[in-house]
């Protein structure tokens, strides 16, 4: 089966800093990677250039057939323009640590305002999806809130919904339970485990180490830019080949 999201040989550097060093990945449709490493590892970076928030100096990635950023014809690379990325990046949805909600609009205002802007979808059409959209996180009654109003869970489900507003080909989340309180991680863990279930395809930056041995197909563990081991989470978790897997591993739990 054909990879939905594809990494070759990625490389990402800052300055001297050489941040992703090579890396190669690849998720097929419906399938959910966890992605476990250090602090500074290169996680966020990886998550970031798969949307093409960084851009990567060697390698490629591709989503869904399109290769990000760029226009193949025939062995040259042509940087696509700012409108073309924007449209490629309507297929990823992110989910980051700190919600990055609009304060400035109610909930129903922010799930509305991409699929009204990018995808120019006419607004009876946009309040169906999400009315659907906050039903399926539990906030069906915060439609008018405003952000400030809610809990950290309730607003992280809200950035969930949103993400999902665009209809993306794959979710990125990056560290989505960290910045909550220890009593409301269970709630958006549960929303993701329902997206899991429901076929999403899914890329998480956790350190949940229960959602990834319940709910990962695929778990990945990265140490200074490199892919160390990948595999079930039946052989990560349990049963790492590497060192540094099991060093991190045994921290975590
Ligand atoms: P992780 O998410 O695994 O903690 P990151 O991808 O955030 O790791 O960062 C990897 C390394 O790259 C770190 O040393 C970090 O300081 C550095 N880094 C990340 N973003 C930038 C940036 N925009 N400019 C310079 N250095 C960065
Ligand atoms: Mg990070």
Do not use: C, W
Not at 16 to 31: C, I, K, M, N
Not at 98 to 127: C, G, I
């Amino acid at each position: 089966m054909t990879a939905m999201v594809e990494l070759i040989g990625v490389h990402k550097s800052f300055g001297s800093l050489h941040v992703l060093r090579g890396v190669d990945l690849r998720v097929r449709q419906g399938e959910v990677t966890v992605v476990l490493g250090p602090s500074g590892s290169g996680k966020s970076t990886l998550l970031r250039t798969i949307n093409h928030l960084e851009k990567v100096e060697r390698g490629t990635v591709t989503v869904d057939g399109d290769l990000l950023g760029y226009r193949r014809a025939g062995d040259r690379l042509h940087e696509l323009r700012e409108r073309e990325v924007l449209r490629q990046r309507t297929k990823i949805g992110f989910v980051f640590q700190s919600f990055n909600l609009f304060p400035h609009l109610t909930v129903r205002q922010n799930l509305s305002e991409a699929p009204r802007s990018a995808q120019r979808r006419p607004r009876a059409e946009v309040d169906v999806v999400v009315a659907r959209l906050l039903d399926r996180v539990g906030l069906a009654d915060k439609a008018d809130a405003y952000p400030h109003t809610l809990s950290g869970g309730q607003q992280q489900r809200v950035a969930i919904a949103r993400a999902l507003a665009l209809e993306p080909k794959v979710v990125l989340f990056d560290e989505p339970t960290s910045a909550l309180d220890p009593e409301l991680v269970g709630e958006v863990l549960e929303v993701m485990k329902d997206l899991a279930v429901s076929g999403t395809t899914m890329i998480v930056v956790t350190h949940e180490i229960g959602f990834a041995r319940e709910v990962a197909d695929t778990v990945v563990f990265m140490d200074a830019g490199r892919i160390v081991e990948q595999g079930p989470p039946s052989q990560v978790l349990d049963a790492p080949e590497h060192e540094r897997t099991r060093a991190f591993i045994s921290k975590v739990l």
